[in-house]
């Protein structure tokens, strides 16, 4: 023990001098910009499976054939279509270089197509549009939680008169 | 190209401020579902949903608006701060409402367990209550039901005509019945047969080693044919039957066994057997003696006419005279023949039979030395006439009062009675004797013609091969019960109908 005791400020002045001497490890990653919307598409992508597999397993234990959780199942693949849409939309925003997005005034923009594809602006146009989708997916939601309460509720209502 | 910015930005207002509401109304909708039943899983996972969905709906609606409003008010610098960190929370809530949403089908199928448990626990529980509000009348019940079921059984035990009796392995009898008792000649009531053993009771006690290994091999065995012995010595056949159970008192195994007497219906058979063994001989004999009658009655004429023309002193006249005696002979035996063979005459006349028997007996006193013999009469005074032929009939007595007296030797008892049986209403004659008996080997041929275990000269051994000619002859039986050193016992049947059958 008193061995290791009598080493003990050698090694501590070797400690300081190579913390004082010390280069930069770079032993940490640094992240850039597109990180971020790498995330947020895989995000999607994410949600968009997550729906899908609760289609599959609304199909699959015959829960479809119930008016409220039928609704459940509209929403959910309104979900999965406004994921492909806002990842649509993200990938031509931010990965393609084909169309440009200018904001003219406040009521006007101008999307600058290097294709000259019409079709692509319009559909870019359209695809903006994306609470067409989440919107009805969250009413069908709505809905579909609401026929549950009433069901439960006639449920309840039976169970107490019986 | 040039467009109108108002509809996206209407309809990015409009949903986002759409998508917040219906979120919360979304959520307000699971927190009533919960309310109803706080401990179903599925609606909590559908709270999580919602909750996911409107931290969701928030982040990204007020994003958009917050976006919108900014941008149109010329403040992109102040969005371009908000913006990483809306985009961020967006993200992420993505990613919380993906998680909790890819949970649902093990959500799901735990909640079908906690279901299944629940109903069974349900179902426990009321079973439980039930029992613990119902115990006294349920046992007070079940009670009764067994008494009733104990008392069933034991009334087929009790009252079963067939012996019924439970052994161990080793033969040790663990129960029996009182028809048990009786089949083995005991009391049920004065009697112990427990410990008593099995092999006690049977004649080739090495049988009870085969039945057991029988029932271990088979768990149970049939109609095994068994010959039994009674306490007193008596022999019984028997039918037995058996199937291996466990013991509801330790751990071992009994032996159920059922046991029918079928001494009676052996007997029978025999009987049977016999007759039909008497007809054809008696068919044979009958056959036989009318083949030598006509020769016999030939030799007969022609020494009676040889003999008119003879001196009665001369030795010639002796021959023929014992020619004559001889033949004489012969031809009663060919009559008793005929008797047996029921080929004879009769003559039938109403008579009662108690006048007949007396007659009988007078003429036996009269010709056997009969002083130390005491015969009994027991008559029935109901016993009305009938229908009988009186020669035969008392050559029938009278064989058989000479064999009872030949069977008691020179002191004994003999009884004579008469009875009517039930329901036949036949005339039973019993001459009962307490002599020597007859050997179990003998019996089945005492009916037969010419048996006879007494010495040559003594019988033709045709006395009761004629009885029972003449017995069937007038429709009735003859039958004899012996045992050896304790008597015998013939019993005749008649019919006591006037009209007899025509056979």
Redesign the interface.
């Known amino acids: 023990m008193n061995r290791y005791v009598a080493k003990l400020p050698m090694l501590t002045g070797v400690s300081a001098g190579l913390l004082m001497f010390a280069d930069p490890a770079l032993a940490t990653q640094t992240h850039g910009q597109p990180e ?1 919307l790498y ?2 598409q895989m ?2 992508i ?2 968009l ?3 899908g ?2 289609d599959f ?2 199909r ?2 015959n829960l479809t054939e119930q008016r409220g959780w039928k609704y459940i199942q509209f929403s959910a693949v309104l979900f999965i279509l406004w994921n492909i849409d806002a990842a649509a939309v993200h990938f031509l925003d931010e990965h393609l270089d084909i169309l440009g997005i200018t ?2 005034d ?8 290097s294709q000259r594809h ?1 079709s692509i ?1 319009i559909l870019y ?1 359209l695809m ?5 989708l ?2 009805p997916a ?2 069908f ?2 809905f579909g ?2 026929t ?2 009433k069901t ?2 006639n449920a ?1 209502g039976d169970k107490a008169q019986s | ?9 209407f ?2 207002l ?3 401020f ?2 917040i509401v ?2 919360f ?2 959520l307000q ?2 927190f ?2 919960r309310k ?2 706080r401990d179903n899983l599925i609606w909590t996972y ?1 709270w999580w949903i ?1 909750l996911a ?1 409107s931290c969701f ?1 928030v982040s990204r609606s007020a994003g958009h608006i917050l976006k919108d409003i900014l ?2 008010g010329g403040q992109k610098r102040i969005w371009g701060i908000i913006r ?1 960190y809306s ?2 929370i ?3 809530m ?2 919380v ?3 909790v ?2 949970f ?2 093990r959500i ?1 199928i735990i909640y079908q367990l906690i279901l299944k448990d629940r109903l069974a626990l349900q179902s426990a529980h009321k079973e439980l209550l039930f029992l613990n509000q119902n115990l006294e009348d349920l046992v007070e019940e079940r009670t009764n039901a067994l008494v009733a079921s104990e008392h069933k059984y034991r009334k087929i035990f009790e009252v079963s005509k067939d012996m019924i009796m439970v052994a161990a392995k080793d033969g040790t009898i663990v129960n029996l019945n009182p028809s048990g008792y009786n089949l083995l000649g005991m009391n049920s009531e004065d009697d112990q047969i427990e410990n008593r053993n099995v092999r006690d009771f049977l004649a080739d006690a090495g049988s009870w080693p085969r039945i057991v290994a029988s029932v271990e091999s088979e768990r149970s065995v049939e109609n095994v044919e068994l010959d039994l012995v009674t306490v007193d010595g008596t022999r019984r056949r028997i039918l037995l039957g058996g199937s291996m159970a466990d013991d509801v008192d330790n751990d071992e195994e009994i032996i159920h066994f059922l046991v029918k007497d079928i001494e009676k219906r052996k007997v029978m058979e025999e009987q049977l057997a016999q007759a039909d063994k008497l007809a054809s001989i008696g068919e044979l004999s009958s056959g036989v003696a009318h083949e030598i009658n006509n020769p016999l009655g030939v030799i007969l004429g022609y020494t009676q006419l040889l003999l008119r023309g003879e001196n009665s002193a001369s030795e010639r006249y002796s021959d023929l005279k014992t020619i004559e005696k001889h033949v004489r002979n012969c031809k009663a035996i060919v009559e008793d023949l005929l008797s047996f063979s029921r080929k004879s005459e009769t003559d039938k006349q109403m008579l009662d039979i108690h006048q007949v028997i007396d007659a009988v007996l007078i003429f036996v006193q009269h010709h056997s030395h009969i002083e130390h013999i005491t015969i009994e009469k027991d008559y029935n005074p109901t016993v009305h006439p009938l229908l009988i032929d009186e020669k035969k009939i008392k050559q029938v007595l009278i064989n058989l009062v000479v064999n009872a007296i030949h069977a008691v030797g020179e002191k004994g008892y003999i009884q004579i009675s008469t009875d009517l049986s039930e329901p036949t209403n036949e005339l039973l004659v019993k001459v009962k004797d307490d002599g020597h008996g007859i050997e179990p080997k003998y019996l089945k041929k005492i009916f037969d013609p010419f048996f006879t275990t007494k010495s040559t000269g003594e019988g033709t051994g045709l006395g009761l091969s004629v009885s029972y000619g003449i017995i069937k002859n007038h429709g009735g039986h003859i039958y004899v019960e012996s045992k050896p050193g304790a008597g015998t016992t013939f019993t005749v049947t008649l019919p006591t109908a006037l009209t007899l059958p025509e056979n």
């Open positions: 971020g995330v947020h995000a999607h994410f949600f499976i997550s729906m597999s609760l397993w609304l699959q234990r904001k003219i406040l009521w006007h923009i101008k999307i600058e197509n019409d602006t146009y903006k549009l994306d609470h067409l989440c919107v969250m009413f939601l709505y939680l609401k549950i309460l439960t509720d309840a | 190209m040039i467009v109108s910015s108002i509809p996206i930005l309809i990015d409009v949903g986002s759409l998508m219906l979120s109304l979304s909708l699971v009533k579902l109803q039943d559908l919602c969905l709906a941008l149109m990483p985009g961020a967006n993200t992420t993505f990613i409402v993906g998680s949403t890819l649902f089908e799901w």
